[in-house]
């Protein structure tokens, strides 16, 4: 089992920053691929970036150039440093992980709302 516990989320005002954070435990491992979703009301959960243990990548052509995902391996921590907020980037965001060889092992947390907001 892995637990995934996301922070961060807050009320800013556009052009602002937030930095997210994604602490994980339980049998988390660097197999391990760790991503941030996000769903605003009415909308499908998009996928907004992923980090393997060594690289992440940005997904989300709407945000690529504001947002970073970085992952900290020896703290079991995945970020998403989110700038130049903008309005349509409210959204609950979430946590996800999973083993890209086994289907089975797909864990997510309970998410963290952000709301851009003038």
């Known amino acids: 089992q892995v637990q995934l516990v996301e922070s961060g989320g807050g009320l800013v005002h556009p052009g602002g920053s937030l930095r997210l954070s994604c602490a994980a435990s339980g049998s988390i491992n660097s197999n391990y691929v760790m991503g941030w979703y996000r769903q605003a009301p009415g909308k499908q959960r998009e996928l907004v970036g992923i980090?393997?243990?060594?690289?992440?990548?940005i997904s989300a052509d709407s945000v690529k150039g504001r947002f970073t995902v970085s992952r900290d391996n020896s703290k079991n921590t995945l970020y998403l440093q989110m700038n130049s907020l903008k309005l349509e980037d409210t959204a609950a965001y979430y946590c996800?992980?999973?083993?890209?060889?086994?289907?089975?092992?797909?864990?997510w947390g309970q998410g963290t709302q952000v709301t851009v907001s003038s």
């Open positions: 980090a393997t243990s060594g690289r992440s990548t």
């Open positions: 996800n992980a999973f083993r890209p060889d086994n289907i089975n092992f797909v864990y």
